[in-house]
């Protein structure tokens, strides 16, 4: 592996791996009840701050291209991943969502013709093991509804993943980042505002942990997120989302003194051979055809 690819899969891990910060953020720090307010507070200031800086706004195909990017990857991802959260344990939900990188395999074949190998999708299935063992309890119930929220959002991350590779946008990865979080976050408008009540007044950690969920969960994450897009393998970058869960286990048991047993610890193993797995994939040599 090249030292080149070595440094853009750490800079790209590091996005999931900041994003296994937000369940602590969000419980400790934000008032709760407001998941599609507290989703739109995330996306839309950093996208405007962001729009800001870079100064240039989309033009021509990349008006409609921005705003579908902006809703598979933002506001549809988040909305169908509160509706599964809700409605399902914890664990059940992490686990259905852990179904991304395989479906990103099937659509890089689709979009992409990216060959679908063998050793992928054994390191996407472990990776969903791995998951389990991290979140999944005993008796955990199912509900449908849950599932099939679950299921969309991941069908909906990963063709945000593939489309973001597939369509390549003329633009540096800080200025994809401002249009599709400006974009996700005005779709996520008038959800929050139809659907919860108003905000009660926010406290300083209120206010604390809004400006890092957006600034760091949302904008300097999903910049490396596009960059590691941009010159990677949809299918290597996918699989680093397992990390995420792992970041949140570990962040329990450290910050909030929350218990890690064997079974969580061997999770945790599993993630990394599964992460592992998928890189090794990637390398393996294509096959050329036969001369006739």
């Known amino acids: 592996m090249s030292s080149s690819r070595t440094v853009d899969l750490a800079l790209t891990a590091l996005a999931p791996a900041i994003w296994g910060s937000t369940y602590l953020v969000t419980t400790e720090y934000l008032p709760s009840g407001y ?10 200031p950093a996208g405007l701050l962001l729009l800001l800086i870079v100064r240039r706004l989309p033009d021509g195909i990349w008006w409609p291209r921005t ?5 598979l990857n933002f506001s549809f991802f988040w909305a169908m991943l509160f509706v599964s959260a809700y409605r399902l344990p914890g664990g059940v939900a992490a686990t259905v969502g852990a179904v991304q990188p395989l479906i990103v395999i099937l659509l890089s074949r689709v979009f992409l013709g990216s060959p ?11 990776g969903i093991a791995g998951v389990a063992l991290l979140v999944l309890t005993p008796g955990a119930a199912l509900d449908p ?23 390549a946008p003329p633009v540096p990865p800080l200025t994809f980042t401002a249009w599709q ?17 108003s905000l009660p007044p926010l406290t300083t950690a209120n206010v604390l942990g809004l400006a890092y969920l957006g600034l760091v969960g949302a904008a300097f994450t999903y910049l490396l997120w596009f960059r590691g897009l941009s010159r990677l393998e949809p299918s290597a970058v996918s699989p680093l989302g397992f990390l995420s869960p792992v970041v949140a286990i570990l962040l329990g048991w450290g910050v909030l003194g929350e218990q890690l047993t064997p079974v969580q610890a061997l999770g945790i193993l599993v993630v990394f051979v599964s ?14 055809p036969a001369r006739a």
């Open 35 to 44: 998941p599609l307010t507290v989703a739109m507070l995330r996306a839309l």
């Open 67 to 71: 705003f579908v990017l902006g809703a």
């Open 116 to 126: 679908i190998r063998l050793l992928s999708v054994v390191a996407g299935l472990a």
């Open 145 to 167: 509804l849950g599932v099939l929220a679950g299921l969309a959002g991941a069908v909906s991350m990963a063709f945000g993943t593939v489309l973001s590779r597939h369509w």
């Open 181 to 197: 979080l400006a974009a996700g976050g005005l779709m996520l408008v008038p959800a929050a505002l139809f659907f919860e009540p």
């Open 275 to 288: 992460v592992w797995l998928s890189q090794r994939a990637q390398l393996a040599p294509k096959v050329r």
